[in-house]
């Protein structure tokens, strides 16, 4: 019999049975949950939202639901083991999430890749497809031969060296001095956004924390001394979507290789419509090139049609869709 428990904190048993599950359902899915879910799978790290939702069949984990974003606006994901599947487990998890949250009608689920289970257990209780997120990737290096290695075109380069408006120059990120003036820009560039505008300095930390931090990669536009834009990079160790066939079989996420990625672009609404959001995407773009990296993915919403039509006039095509469901009938609990 499946059991519910919150869990406002994690010991490091909670954390390898939770990671074995997200493990089992990537090998199955393709897909996993986000960054932001897991920087909160750390032993004795409280969720900075309402909590972790653990689903039990015995002393064994077959789902898991995370919470996050501030009582106005949860941002939630679940995930059922997928030997546990079409046996009510991910309509548990939805309607507990659906009464325990303050404010259920501000509820949003997210679904990673888009499927019709997914979108069947929205309707069963009460949420409507509310966002879409697209995974947009390109090609950073030509096919070599056999031997040649990754070497930058020496010629037709889709990416040439970027040229600065006057007065623009750019340098990249220094941990203990720029913090501050990024947050700055990044909560002015995204003050519509549900997630990027609300970062903090703890979310600001955290990323720098991660093994993968690179201010070399960290690229930001001054104009007389203040900051006007960015571009911050992020590599891969191992692709966290591959695409069928590109994994040996039984291989779990992240098996086809390093990837790049245009972690988070943003300008400053002054400098908006300038021209300068493009020239930094570029410059992030030749610095993972330059790393040997062949190909580049990043995160769009499919409603940001100006960001959208400047990664596909960079040569971006769509690769994954993930959606977040909202309540569909505001303070009411599902059916």
């Known amino acids: 019999m499946t059991s519910l428990s919150w869990l406002r904190a994690l010991d490091a048993n909670d954390v390898a049975a939770i990671n074995d599950l997200l493990a089992a359902a990537e090998r199955a899915d393709g897909n996993g949950v986000s960054e932001d879910v897991r920087l909160t799978l750390r032993p ?3 969720n900075g939202g309402a909590g972790h ?3 039990w069949e015995g002393s064994s984990v ?9 009582a106005a606006e949860r941002q939630a994901e679940v995930v059922v083991h997928p030997d546990h599947r079409r046996a009510g487990v991910g309509t548990a998890l939805v309607r507990e999430l659906s009464r325990a949250t303050d404010r259920p009608s501000h509820l949003n689920i997210w679904a990673h890749g888009d499927s019709p289970a997914a979108a069947a257990l929205a309707g069963r209780t009460g949420f409507e497809r509310a966002r879409v997120l697209l995974q947009l990737r390109r090609p950073l290096l030509p096919t070599a031969a056999p031997g040649a290695g990754h070497q930058p075109p020496a010629s037709g380069d889709d990416l040439p060296e970027p040229v600065l408006p006057a007065g623009v120059t750019l340098r990249t990120f220094e941990v203990g001095r720029d913090e501050a003036a990024w947050l700055a820009v990044n909560t002015a560039a995204f003050a519509d956004h549900p997630e990027q505008g609300r970062w903090t300095s703890d979310d600001l930390r ?14 930001l536009a001054e104009r007389d001394g203040d900051l006007v834009g960015f571009h ?6 191992d692709d966290p979507t591959p695409a069928p066939g590109d994994q040996p079989p039984g291989a779990g996420q992240g098996s086809a290789g390093p990837i790049g990625e245009v972690y988070v672009v943003g300008v400053a609404p002054g400098a908006a419509g300038t021209g300068l959001g493009r020239l930094l995407t570029v410059a992030g773009l030749r610095h993972l090139r330059g790393r040997g990296l062949g190909t580049v993915m990043l995160f769009v919403d499919e409603d940001n049609v100006p960001a959208v039509r400047l990664y596909t006039g960079l040569g971006f095509h769509r690769y994954i869709t993930d959606v977040s469901y909202r309540r569909a009938t505001p303070g ?3 059916a």
């Open 232 to 237: 911050w990079t992020k590599v891969h160790p």
């Open 44 to 46: 004795g790290a409280a």
């Open 332 to 334: 009411r609990g599902p």
């Open 53 to 55: 939702l653990v689903a």
């Open 62 to 70: 077959v789902g898991f639901a995370a919470v996050g974003g501030d």
């Open 206 to 219: 955290a990323r720098e924390a991660e093994p993968w931090f690179d201010p070399a990669g960290f690229f």
